[in-house]
Each structure stands twice: as C-alpha cells, then as structure tokens.
C-alpha cells in the first residue's frame, strides 16, 4: 500500500472551503463569500503589491459536476505601487475573474491529469489561496500609471509635466557650440582690455 503524500488542508485557514454539503451530486451549487487576510505581499515589490495586512474580497460560486467541484467568481482587492512614467504613488483597485475545477480523488479528471496541472479535492476540502494567489498576481500591471494620460517627467528638469507651465522648455544648444557658449560665458564678467584711448 502506497504512502499518501497528499497535504492535510487546515480547516481554520479562511483559504479553506469544505464542500461535503454538496454530497457529489452533480447540480448543487454553494455561494461563498469571505474576506481573506493578505499575510504576504502579492506582486511587484517597488511597481505594485497588495501589501500584507489588506483584505482580498471573494465572492464565488461552488458548483458539484460529474468530475469534481468548479470555482467560479471574481477576488477583489486593493494595489498600492508606483506611476511608471511620473513615480507617483498610486492606489489601485483589482477585480479578478477566477475559475477553476477541483478534480474528485478517483475520477477521470484526477487520474489522467498531474497533480500541478488540476488541484484536487483533500477529504472534500478544497484550498483556494493557490488559484486567487496567482491570478491576483497576474492582472497586476506590470506598469501602472496614476492616470491613463500621465505624461510623466520633463527628461530635462525631472519635474512632473503637469505641474509645468504650458510652453515649457528647455534652451538647447547644439554641442559643438556648447565649448563656445561656455567661453563666452566665463568671458563675459571680465572688464575689456583699456582702448587706446583710455591708455593716454
């Protein structure tokens, strides 16, 4: 007799559902809704994160079908990060859609599939923290913006366009004549030489 290596799942995790209620007749349905403590931060550190301590918001429907339990519904939650194109802090609200079938020990589904390619079910129980952890993760943008139109940073002075003075700008000055804009600027505190004139 083989070893069963499956995890025991902790039924005081808020991550954790027990769907015996839906007795593995196919057609019954559970709403769950809770919300879930975000103990480590998810996503980018320095870009965008739902930081440790904030809450994901789940609102999901449990369905029983022939080959197991499907999880369906939406993970909100609110990101904190940085404007890519002004460094602004930003906040962020992310909605997740969320699906997902736990496969029944013994069905089709379970056994002609790996075990990192469809969850399973544990004595009935299900975790959902993998599934809302990674899609949470992904919907993050890998570069957030304050605003869709934030036109970030004067790559001259580094101040924020939109606290700039219409006509905003920046004299330039073709660099083979900068050595000689800047000797005429070291030149031009200087007292001119006396004229004939003034030597007499």
């Not at 930081?51 to 197991?68: I, M, P, Y």
């Not at 605003?147 to 006509?167: N, Q, R, Y």
């Amino acid at each position: 007799m083989s070893e069963n290596k499956t995890p025991q799942l902790d039924d005081r995790s808020p991550w954790v559902i027990d769907t015996r209620e839906l007795g593995r007749h196919a057609g019954l349905s559970r709403a769950v809704r809770r919300s879930v403590p975000v103990e480590t931060p998810l996503g980018v550190p320095d870009v965008i994160t739902i930081e440790a301590g904030s809450e994901l918001e789940l609102d999901l429907l449990l369905e029983s079908v022939v080959e197991g339990v499907l999880v369906s519904g939406t993970a909100k939650a609110t990101a904190k990060g940085t404007c890519a194109r002004c460094l602004d802090p930003l906040t962020e609200e992310v909605e997740v859609e969320v699906q997902e079938l736990f496969a029944y020990p013994g069905s089709v589904t379970e056994e002609t599939t790996e075990e990192d390619e469809i969850p399973r079910l544990v004595d009935d129980r299900i975790d959902l923290e993998p599934i809302v952890r990674d899609a949470v993760v992904l919907a993050l943008p890998l570069a957030p913006l304050c605003t869709e139109d934030c036109a970030g940073l004067c790559t001259d002075c580094g101040v924020k366009w939109a606290d700039l003075e219409p006509g905003h700008g920046h004299e330039k000055i073709d660099p083979r004549w900068a050595a000689l804009v800047e000797r005429f600027d070291e030149n031009a505190g200087e007292k001119p030489a006396p004229g004939p004139a003034e030597q007499a």
